[in-house]
């Protein structure tokens, strides 16, 4: 009986939980804080009770929270932060926490607000304004961190003359580059001039009704032509490339009442199906081409500002351009020609435009 009380003894110790040494306990509390925080979305910024709130420290228990994230801090894998005046962390994934190690207390320092810049990039002058580095330090920092391919310089269409530094994996942002109509930090002219001319020629194909041409009078045309004479016509239009009055020539106005005029959406859609740009382009882009062509007086919004159509010019056969009347008269760019009629809210006898116009 005794020896079989002596097994039970025995198996009872070994059923009995191994109590883990602090050291170990601390270590794998601090893991798991580091794996719940980095699970969560990349950006986020967590303060002692968000911390607290993932259920990781065992009774809320602040000395081992502090703890915790002071000796991820030390191994790169939280920022400390501070926001409203409260003290705050982000989490650093193990590759970037990895980087620091490698890097110099002077590297480090200008690598993190290199890292902090994000897409925009950071100007040298402030990077030394903030890390409060002797100039030949820093340039020797940046130097380092370039040629391990930690960070690039970017050239800004903002300021060009600045010296401007930003992470080597990430692409700078539109601010930065200008866009899909900047080539290195120059604007492209040709691919702007091109863009133009397309956008226009389509809109001018939703904003005018262009009439038929019969094919027989192309064929009674064409074979009045000699060989000659078709080199030389086809080498006029390609001069001409539709430009100025020629790209209004034989084209009548839709008929009241017309809803077809192309928004940014069409037009940007339109664009990027005709393999035109080597980037796709987003509506924001194309606004601003549109916004360029408004000034130039090549296209108008219409639709409360919901579309835009072609500008008809009309000219003399000797070229030059004369005054469209219906652009002159007040009806022409009424914001509320839809209303208008006889015996309306809104009529000719009691226009106050007609009034201002007659007295011009």
């Given amino acids: 009986m005794a020896k079989e009380k002596e097994n039970d003894n025995a198996k009872s110790e070994d059923a009995a939980p191994m109590e883990l040494d602090p050291v170990s306990s601390q270590k794998m509390m601090k893991n798991a804080l580091y794996a719940r925080c980095a699970n969560l979305p990349a950006d986020r910024i967590f303060n002692q009770n968000e911390l607290l709130s ?7 228990d602040l000395d081992q929270l502090l703890s915790c994230t002071r000796q991820l801090s030390k191994e790169g894998l939280f920022k400390l932060m501070s926001r409203d005046g409260r003290a ?38 402030i990077l030394r304004a903030r890390t409060n580095l002797h100039m030949t330090v820093m340039n020797r920092c940046l130097k380092n961190l370039e040629k391990i391919n930690y960070i690039k310089p970017i050239k800004s269409v903002k300021f060009p003359g ?8 990430l692409q700078p942002s539109e601010d930065v580059t200008g866009g899909p109509y900047y080539t290195d930090g120059v604007l492209d002219e040709e691919f702007v001039h091109q863009m133009a001319y397309w956008t226009e020629k389509y809109v001018i194909g939703r904003s005018w009704w262009h009439p038929p041409v019969s094919d027989t009078g192309r064929r009674k045309n064409r074979n009045k032509l000699s060989l000659e004479q ?6 006029m239009e390609l001069e001409r490339n539709f430009s100025g009055t020629e790209r209004h020539r034989n084209l009548l106005p839709m008929p009241p009442g017309y809803i077809g005029y192309p928004t940014v959406a069409e037009i940007t859609k339109a664009i990027n199906g005709s393999g035109l740009s080597g980037v796709v382009m987003k509506e924001a882009e194309m606004k601003q081409l549109l916004d360029v062509l408004c000034w130039d007086g090549r296209l108008q919004t219409a639709l409360d500002g919901k579309a835009y159509k072609a500008v008809h010019r009309v000219a003399e056969e000797s070229g030059e351009t004369l005054e469209n009347g219906l652009t002159e008269a007040p009806c022409g760019r009424c914001p509320v020609s839809d209303i208008c009629e006889e015996g309306g809210p809104v009529n000719a006898r009691t226009c106050e435009y007609f009034q201002e116009w007659l007295e011009i």
Avoid at 54 to 60: G, M, S, T
Avoid at 89 to 117: G, M, T
Avoid at 230 to 235: F, P, Q
């Fill in 54 to 60: 993932l259920d990781v420290i065992p009774n809320n």
């Fill in 88 to 125: 705050c962390w982000k989490v650093v994934k193990r590759d970037d926490a990895a980087k620091y190690k490698s890097l110099s207390a002077e590297e480090a320092l200008v690598y993190s607000y290199v890292e902090s810049s994000g897409r925009e990039g950071t100007w040298t002058r």
């Fill in 162 to 169: 600045r010296k401007t530094y930003m992470l080597a994996h």
């Fill in 230 to 235: 078709a080199e030389d016509l086809r080498a």
